[in-house]
């Protein structure tokens, strides 16, 4: 069974740039999930789909953040314009439906430097 | 609200030592408990998880968590570590509605 993929793997930008990244979750699984994870912390939660729809996204800064998961399958994470503080690794995890004993399965992340 | 606190940033430990990584969390809610373990260069994967039932719960590489409701704990133990066990290792909590909430980590380095 293929894993949570995610690209690009790196990404550099400057600051007032912007940056998108891809998920492709884990085939079947109805809950899609980004985190943000700075540097010596733990993954923090930006929103939650169930399949197109979104369930949580209370801790996304939708001022620069935007997400869309097109048919249920495929996800997009969009920083514009990004800051110095964005800089970290971006996850994407899928779970088989959004109850809360599923396993998440996550991706290998996606690290970014804002210069 | 929930959150969770690894009491440990870093763990050095040697080869065969026994280990205990510390995790209290809060909540207003029941909430289910997981660890997870990210090996260098790889993503999170889950190692063990609480749900229901008997409070201590074990992984298929030796690790094991007792939940104690009454201290608000689950801390993760093995009594003999091997250097691939080398790793950082997040306590999470979920909540009902199936948000997670993590720790900031503790790195678990062992040395021969």
């Known amino acids: 069974e293929a894993g949570v993929a995610q690209s690009p793997r790196y990404k550099i930008i400057e600051k007032r740039q912007s940056v998108a990244f891809w998920c492709n979750p884990i085939?079947?699984?109805?809950?899609l999930y980004w985190y943000q994870q700075i540097l010596g912390q733990g993954p923090k939660l930006l929103i939650q789909?169930?399949?197109?729809?979104?369930?949580?996204d209370s801790q996304l800064p939708k001022d620069r953040f935007s997400a869309e998961r097109l048919k249920g399958v495929d996800s997009t994470l969009k920083i514009q314009p990004a800051k110095l503080e964005d800089s970290a690794v971006y996850l994407c995890?899928?779970?088989?439906?959004?109850?809360?004993?599923?396993?998440?399965?996550f991706g290998p992340g996606t690290r970014l430097t804002v210069l | 609200a929930q959150s969770v606190t690894q009491l440990d940033s870093q763990v050095p430990v040697f080869e065969e030592a026994p280990v205990e990584l510390r995790c209290n969390y809060s909540?207003?809610?029941?909430?289910?408990l997981f660890w997870y373990v990210q090996y260098p260069n790889q993503g999170l994967q889950l190692l063990l998880k609480?749900?229901?039932?008997?409070?201590l719960v074990e992984s298929i590489n030796g690790f094991e968590a007792e939940f104690n409701k009454s201290q608000t704990s689950f801390h993760l133990r093995k009594p003999s570590v091997h250097i691939s066990d080398t790793a950082e290792y997040f306590c999470?909590?979920?909540?009902?509605?199936?948000?997670?909430?993590f720790g900031d980590g503790t790195t678990l380095t062992v040395k021969p």
């Open positions: 999470a909590v979920k909540d009902g509605a199936g948000k997670s909430t």
């Open positions: 909540s207003s809610v029941s909430v289910y």
């Open positions: 995890a899928s779970s088989m439906d959004r109850v809360s004993t599923d396993t998440q399965y």
């Open positions: 789909f169930q399949n197109n729809g979104v369930v949580d």
């Open positions: 085939s079947g699984h109805a809950t």
């Open positions: 609480y749900l229901s039932g008997s409070t």
